[in-house]
C-alpha cells in the first residue's frame, strides 16, 4: 500500500473553495424555520377534485344529451302511428288490433323463452294483421277503377 | 428548536463550500449554485432521517437539483448563457500570492470531463469515501476509484504541459 501523499492530491486538498454566503445561510434558516409547505399537495388534490368534478359533470351533460337524441328519434320513427281501426266484426278485430309497427325481434325472444306457444300465437297474430292491413291498403286505394270505367276511358262502348 | 438550528447549521458549515463547489459543475456561478445548494439542503434535512446515508443523499440531492436546474437554464436563450460566463469567477478562495497556480488548476480542473471531475470534488473537497461517492453517482466502487486515478492523472498532466508553457 502506498502511504506517500500525491502531491498534486495535497496541493488540491490545500485549496478551499469559497465559503457559503451569510444569505444563504439566512434563506435556509428561513424556510426551514417557516412551516413546511402543504399548499402544494392541497393544491394538486383540489385540481384533481374539480377535474374529477368537471369530468362528470360532462358524462352527465353527455348523458342526457344521448338520451335526449334518442327520445326525439323514437318521435320521428314512430310518431303518431295511427291505431288501425279495423272493420272487421269484434271478435276478430279484437285479436287483429295492435299497434301497426313492426315487432322487435326482442318480442320474439321473450316470446320463444316463455313457450313455443307463445311465440307460435304472436306469430299467428302478426301473420293476421299482415293480411288485414293489406286489405286495408287495397280498400283505401285513391285510384281504383273499375271494368266500366276504363272501358269508358278506353272508348270500347 | 435552537438544537435543531444548531445541528443544521452544523451540517452547512462542515459541508456547504463543498457543497456549492460540487454544484458549480453545473450551475455558472456562485449565486445559481447556492440557489440549487440551498433547494437540495432545505430537501435533504426535511428527509434525512428516511435515509441510510445522509451525506452520500445530501450530494445526490445536490446534483439532482442542479441537473433539474440546469434543464430548466437550457430552455433559456442561448444569449443569457453567453453573459454568465462561467469561468469568470474563481472556484477556489485563497491568496494572491498563488494567483496563478490557482488560476491553472481552476481552469484544468474545468477542463477535465465531468464524470472524473465529480469524482475528483467529491473526493478531494467533499472528503467522501470511494463507497459513498458510489452510491452518491449511482457507479461501482471501482469505477469511483478508477474515475479519480484518471482524473488525478489528467490534471496533473494538463498542469505540467501548462508548466511548460
Not at chain 1, 402544494?40 to 368534478?53: K, N
Not at chain 1, 342526457?64 to 272493420?87: D, L, M
Not at chain 1, 313455443?116 to 283505401?140: C, D, G, H, K, Y
Not at chain 2, 440531492?61 to 430552455?75: E, M, Q, T, Y
Amino acid at each position: 500500500m502506498n502511504e506517500t501523499p500525491d502531491p498534486l492530491e495535497t496541493e488540491l486538498s490545500a485549496l478551499s473553495p469559497h465559503d457559503i454566503s451569510p444569505e444563504l445561510r439566512r434563506r435556509i434558516a428561513q424556510r426551514l424555520a417557516a412551516p413546511q409547505r402543504t399548499t402544494q399537495p392541497v393544491r394538486r388534490r383540489l385540481l384533481l377534485a374539480g377535474a374529477l368534478a368537471m369530468a362528470y359533470v360532462v358524462a352527465v351533460v353527455f348523458w342526457w344529451g344521448r338520451g335526449s337524441v334518442h327520445s326525439e328519434r323514437a318521435a320521428v320513427e314512430s310518431p303518431n302511428v295511427p291505431q288501425v281501426t279495423s272493420t272487421l266484426p269484434d271478435s276478430r278485430a279484437a285479436s287483429v288490433a295492435r299497434p301497426c309497427w313492426e315487432p322487435r325481434l326482442l318480442t320474439y325472444q321473450r316470446a320463444l323463452a316463455r313457450s313455443t306457444e307463445e311465440l307460435e300465437a304472436l306469430l299467428n297474430r302478426e301473420a293476421a294483421f299482415a293480411t288485414e292491413s293489406r286489405a286495408q291498403i287495397v280498400q283505401f286505394r285513391a285510384f281504383t277503377p273499375s271494368n266500366a270505367s276504363l272501358d269508358a276511358l278506353l272508348g270500347d262502348n | 428548536m435552537a438544537g435543531e438550528r444548531d445541528s443544521w447549521s452544523v451540517w452547512l458549515d462542515q459541508h456547504g463550500a463543498a457543497l456549492v463547489l460540487f454544484a458549480r459543475q453545473w450551475a455558472p456561478n456562485r449565486a445559481d449554485a447556492e440557489d440549487v445548494v440551498q433547494e437540495a439542503f432545505i430537501r435533504f434535512w426535511r428527509s434525512r432521517d428516511r435515509v441510510a446515508e445522509p451525506i452520500a443523499y445530501l450530494y445526490a440531492s445536490v446534483k439532482h437539483c442542479a441537473l433539474d436546474w440546469h434543464r430548466g437554464r437550457d430552455r433559456q436563450s442561448r444569449r443569457e448563457v453567453v453573459v454568465a460566463r462561467p469561468e469568470a469567477e474563481s472556484l477556489f478562495a485563497g491568496s494572491t500570492e498563488q494567483e496563478e497556480r490557482r488560476a491553472a488548476i481552476d481552469a484544468k480542473l474545468r477542463e477535465l470531463p465531468e464524470s472524473q471531475r465529480e469524482v475528483l470534488v467529491l473526493t478531494i473537497w467533499g472528503g467522501l469515501s470511494f463507497p459513498q461517492i458510489a452510491k452518491v453517482l449511482q457507479i461501482s466502487v471501482n469505477t469511483a476509484a478508477s474515475r479519480y486515478r484518471y482524473a488525478l492523472a489528467r490534471l496533473r498532466e494538463q498542469l505540467a504541459e501548462e508548466a511548460i508553457r
